[in-house]
């Protein structure tokens, strides 16, 4: 019989965070790609644009003016998803029709005054200026509601409308699906094994150091073993820290500095401004927030689209919307690549 | 207090079939949009390309000649993701880390010989072959594997590489995420209220009205009350079906002719070739074919990308990805769309 070797063998892998599977079949980069090219960016965005509603001084749809801030700035989304006082859909009739209330608040909390940066071009003390501005939008909203989900979508690519640095906040009154999910999953193991799940395998991590991107006094970045996107990553504190605004002053400026370098490593890989989706995940808030909720370790999650160059994505289509996701090369491969040891584009099987 | 509005005020459904939540912001679709459009195909495919290795004739990847077909055409993935003999993993060290063998086969299926064709331009007879042959490769594959997938990725938006019509059938060993989640609630619903989750689904909607796009004297298209795509539909036989190969020869008549008007629908919506990725599920197969699968019901689903127009897409990201699936138009709005009761484009709040 054959060895197994996963970067030729495809197989299944079990994410335990998500209680999902993935297929591996990394033999597949080899196919040529004949389909959809992305745009490349050629554009150049001007610094300021006094008709970007995101720009410092500029006038928002709903005809405010955003004041001349020089950090952070955090103001109400002018098209929200989730709006503070919509009505109950009173009961389900039907067991196959169950609809139920939500209530919420979308803020947008811009990075930096300039349209031209990327968190990655920025200081590491106006990236440390970012990570404040979560911690405090988590203890603002989270002082009412039972989940506050920052998240960024940067790149057209990733149906970013708005090239100006920023991310979004959405907090809203019940759990959503994927926070279900990783609750069941922390909590069930907690019950299990005596300790939270991401603290146990942070720690399995860095003894096998397989699948390490970076490493550092209170941080590390690694490609989760269970990885779905080609260059995907988990970003995990090495201490027990339930939510963002626990951080201690040294964690936040760690954090700074190795998000930074996590995101010139991406925009490196293919010499482009890196398109990702990113969020962060902790313990829930609002009026439960005294609860015992010591299973929860916060953590970020990158998603980045980008498969063989800055123009050639992964599709998560057909299969992987009706049966199950799939990628293209092994999550240790992606590691190598991120470490910058082998080029991405892989031709070859012994790696 | 306000009345309940679905059209007006955000809320959550729920699916009962793969166990997730929506989050449903139907006064969304009223922002503006300054983010990605998409290229518009403007690109006339040749009815016959020499080098296009799906058409008859042509030469592929590994050397062999296609046969100069005149109906469909099926024939091995020259760079499948999935591979009759991969060896096993052996077993996981680790709770954390569980990796599984995964063995399997994939298969494209061309529908017609011209590569400038789709299915709704083509005849119903023409269709209706393409359903014997999806009815003969469950049959085929399913013999041997539990969980056969055929699905369709229409359009490069959809990162279909080959504008030549055609859908892939991938079968595994293994029952995919998707499918074990249908399982679940499929088999959940059968013992709690004695009879399919879908049959009675299906009932339901046929009483409501609210949500059907299409009926025939076998099937129906209706837009799912927790649908996640814009666009999204499911398709499903009146009587109770467990697989493709199970439908009469009427039954499957009438499916090409309602497929043929639910994909002119789709075309006429924004006036384009209307990407999607759509798949078809059904009881497991493979040696426990024989169990049983009664709480099964055939069914198809639709997932198209389109938002407002030809070129405006959906993007599912940030929250989406990390936090529940949202959409901007309610359901119902989304069945009077396809209707053509109203223009996608909604302006207003009574609807
Ligand atoms: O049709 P292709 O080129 O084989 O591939 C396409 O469908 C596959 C199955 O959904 C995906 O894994 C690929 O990312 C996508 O590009
Ligand atoms: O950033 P925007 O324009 O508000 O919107 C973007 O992110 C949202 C949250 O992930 C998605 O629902 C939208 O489809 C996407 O275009």
């Known amino acids: 019989a054959t060895a197994f070797r996963a970067s030729e063998h495809q197989h ?4 335990p965070l998500q209680d999902e599977w993935v297929l591996v079949s990394a033999h597949r980069m080899k196919r040529p790609w004949q389909g959809q090219v992305e745009p490349s960016l050629l554009k150049t965005v001007p610094r300021h644009d006094p008709h970007n509603p995101l720009c410092p001084g500029a006038t928002r749809a709903n005809g405010e003016v955003n004041p001349h801030y020089d950090g952070t700035f955090l103001f109400d989304n002018d098209f929200p998803a989730l709006q503070p006082d919509a009505p109950n859909p009173g009961p389900s009739d039907h067991p196959l029709f169950q609809a139920e209330a939500a209530r919420g608040v979308c803020k947008v909390m811009c990075f930096h005054p300039w349209s031209d940066v990327t968190l990655p071009l920025m200081s590491v003390p106006e990236i440390r200026a970012v990570v404040d501005a979560w911690a405090s939008v988590i203890e603002e ?5 039972p989940w506050v989900q920052i998240f960024e979508n940067k790149g057209a690519m990733m149906g970013c409308s708005n090239p100006h640095p920023h991310c979004q906040v959405w907090a809203s009154s019940f759990l959503p699906d994927v926070a279900q999910r990783e609750e069941r999953s922390q909590q069930a193991y907690q019950s299990q094994h005596g300790e939270p799940l991401l ?7 860095l003894l096998r150091k397989e699948r390490l991107v970076l ?12 990885a779905v996107w080609p260059f995907q990553t988990l970003l995990l504190p ?14 936040r400026d760690d954090l700074a500095s190795i ?6 490593k991406y925009d490196n890989l293919f010499e482009t401004s890196f398109p990702y989706s990113m969020g962060w995940h902790g313990a829930p808030t609002g009026s439960e927030a005294g609860a015992n909720w010591d299973h929860w370790q916060l953590h ?7 498969l063989r160059s800055a123009t050639v994505r992964k599709f998560m289509v057909g299969y992987e919307m009706l049966a199950q996701a799939q990628r293209d090369l092994t999550p240790e491969q992606e590691t190598k690549s991120l470490e910058g040891e082998i080029t991405p ?4 099987d012994d790696l």
Not at 141 to 145: D, E, I, M, R
Not at 238 to 251: F, N
């Open 215 to 226: 490493t550092s006094e209170h941080w590390l970045v690694l490609v989760p073993f269970w």
């Open 12 to 15: 299944i892998r079990y994410n």
């Open 141 to 145: 909203l989270g002082a009412q509601y």
């Open 238 to 251: 090495r201490r027990h820290v339930r939510r963002l605004p626990e951080l201690t002053s040294a964690e």
């Open 199 to 205: 603290m146990e395998y942070g720690r399995q991590e």
């Open 259 to 264: 998000m930074k370098k996590l995101l010139t």
């Open 345 to 348: 584009r892989l031709d070859s």
């Open 300 to 306: 970020a999650h990158y998603y980045p689209p980008l």
